[in-house]
C-alpha cells in the first residue's frame, strides 16, 4: 500500500511560517549550511547542506513518486517554474485548473473534486513509491480524512514567537503519534519522523 507522507521545516515553537507566512530566512538555513551539494530539478538550484541533511534528503528523493500540494503554495512559488524540484508529478488541490495550464501534464495534476480524489491520483502516479503531502492545509485535510501515515519535521532551532503551525485548525485533535521512527541530526536543523497511530 502506498504510504502518504507529510512534512515541513518547522521552529522550535511549532511554525512553519511566521504570521505573515515569511520567515523562511530563518527555517531553511539548514539548506546553505554546508559543503555537500543536493541538485535538484529546477536550474541554478542546489542545496548544500551537512552530510547527514544530503543523505536524507536524498533518501526523501529516492522514495517519493509524487506530491499533493494546495493552490496557494502552487501559486506561491509560480508553480516552481513548471516542475518541482524534486522531479516528481504534482497534484495540486484547486477549485479550478489555472489559466494556462493544462488540467493534467507530466508535472502537473489539477484536482478539482477533493483531498480524496487527489490522494487517490498521486497513488496511480506514485506507483510502489510514497506520496508527500506539502502545506498546511492540505496536510491537516489529508490528517482529518483519515489519509495521513507519518508527518516528518525539519526542525530548527529558531524562535518565531508567532506564525502558521502545520495542523491549523485540526477537527480531530488531539492526535497520537508514534516514534520518533526517523532522528537525523544535521547542521542547524534535526530530522524528525513519527507514524500516525490509527484508532478504531
Known amino acids: ?3 502518504v507522507t507529510t512534512g515541513a521545516t518547522m521552529s522550535l515553537d511549532g511554525y512553519i511560517a511566521d504570521a505573515s507566512h515569511g520567515g523562511f530566512e530563518h527555517l531553511f538555513q539548514w539548506y546553505a549550511n ?3 551539494e543536493t541538485p535538484t530539478a529546477t536550474p541554478g538550484m542546489t542545496l548544500r547542506t551537512s552530510a547527514a541533511s544530503a543523505a536524507h534528503l536524498r533518501a526523501l528523493n529516492e522514495r517519493t513518486g509524487a506530491l499533493v500540494v494546495g493552490r496557494r503554495l502552487f501559486d506561491m512559488t509560480n508553480g516552481w517554474g513548471g516542475r518541482h524540484p524534486m522531479d516528481v508529478p504534482v497534484v495540486v488541490v484547486t477549485h479550478r485548473v489555472p489559466e ?3 488540467r493534467e501534464s507530466d508535472s502537473f495534476v489539477f484536482v478539482t473534486d477533493g483531498i480524496e480524489s487527489a490522494i487517490d491520483r498521486a497513488k496511480a502516479l506514485a ?3 510514497q506520496i508527500g503531502v506539502n502545506g ?3 496536510a491537516t485535510q489529508v490528517m482529518q480524512a483519515g489519509l495521513l ?3 516528518h519535521i525539519d526542525l530548527v532551532p529558531v524562535l518565531l514567537g508567532d506564525g502558521i503551525p502545520l495542523f491549523a485548525d485540526l477537527k480531530i485533535a488531539p492526535v497520537q503519534l508514534e516514534g520518533p521512527t526517523e532522528v537525523v541530526q544535521g547542521n542547524g536543523v534535526t530530522h524528525l519522523a513519527y507514524r500516525v497511530r490509527r484508532t478504531g
Do not use: P, Y
Request: charged fraction near 40%; glycine fraction near 22%; avoid cysteine.
Open 100 to 102: 494556462g495550464w493544462d
Open 149 to 151: 501515515d507519518e508527518v
Open 127 to 129: 506507483g510502489d513509491k
Open 1 to 3: 500500500m502506498t504510504k
Open 136 to 138: 498546511g492545509t492540505i
Open 34 to 36: 554546508g559543503d555537500v
